[in-house]
């Protein structure tokens, strides 16, 4: 069953040491995720399982300790999913052969920035398009993994809310960003299933399905969300939510 729920963002520019000079541009969005992620180990969980958008290679399971990297930005800079070395198949103390997609690694950084180490962790790749129904249903498969499971859901809103936006300016995108904002800040789960899977699709925002799987899993939970942050530095929506 679903205890808890941190959402965040996953662009690489969250790691200071990827955004360099423009470090200071995220931090209030790397201090409300570290407040999300408190409020998952709060509910000292059974499972932590991470989900994040990923390209073809990295969709798919990720057990905990697989490793990840940002030296596709310029950095030699490394990370492990998780703060040790896990029980689950897969997960012998050897390095796996796979390594995290950018947005698990974003992760990766985030848990280790927390030290965490209370419950096993497993991160989960999902790629595009996935319809509405799948995301349901996997959503309430990983709710059923443990007695007590929390979720990290990495994804960004559009990346077309400005001229200089990856996706270009797209009236459409504050709107949609502002209906996502709303239902996560206040975990509504039939708001986050309403966002429509085309219209995501033309915006590029990357979290929709992420966003709708924790919807799966957050059904008769009765959880209630915090939103800690929203923003659009650059042109891409941003939102850091709790749900406990």
């Not at 990983?142 to 960004?156: E, S």
């Not at 809310?161 to 504050?174: M, S, V």
């Not at 509504?188 to 309403?194: F, G, H, I, K, S």
């Not at 919807?215 to 941003?238: H, I, S």
């Amino acid at each position: 069953m679903l205890v808890a729920a941190a959402v965040c963002p996953c662009p690489p520019l969250l790691v200071p040491e990827v955004a360099a000079g423009a470090a200071a541009e995220l931090d209030a969005a790397r201090d409300a995720c570290a407040d999300a992620l408190g409020v998952l180990a709060a509910s000292r969980p059974d499972l932590l399982v991470v989900i994040g958008p990923a390209e073809q290679d990295g969709r798919g399971v990720h057990p905990q300790g697989t490793r990840g990297s940002f030296a596709g930005f310029g950095v030699y800079l490394e990370v492990r999913l998780g703060s040790g070395v896990g029980t689950g198949p897969g997960v012998d103390g050897s390095a796996p052969e796979r390594t995290l997609p950018v947005s698990l690694s974003v992760a990766a950084w985030l848990l280790g920035r927390t030290n965490w180490a209370d419950a096993p962790v497993e991160g989960l790749g999902v790629g595009e398009p996935m319809a509405v129904t799948r995301c349901v249903e996997a959503g309430r498969e990983i709710a059923k993994r443990a007695d007590r499971v929390a979720l990290l859901v990495m994804g960004d809103g559009s990346a077309c809310r400005t001229l200089k936006a990856p996706g270009y300016l797209d009236e459409r995108a504050e709107g949609f960003d502002a209906a996502a904002a709303r239902a996560l800040g206040t975990a509504d789960t039939e708001a986050l299933l309403a966002l429509d899977e085309d219209l995501a699709c033309a915006l590029k925002a990357a979290g929709r399905a992420p966003w709708q799987m924790l919807a799966g899993a957050a059904e008769g939970t009765g959880l209630g969300g915090q939103l800690l942050y929203e923003g659009a530095p650059y042109g891409v929506g941003y939102f850091v939510a709790a749900w406990s």
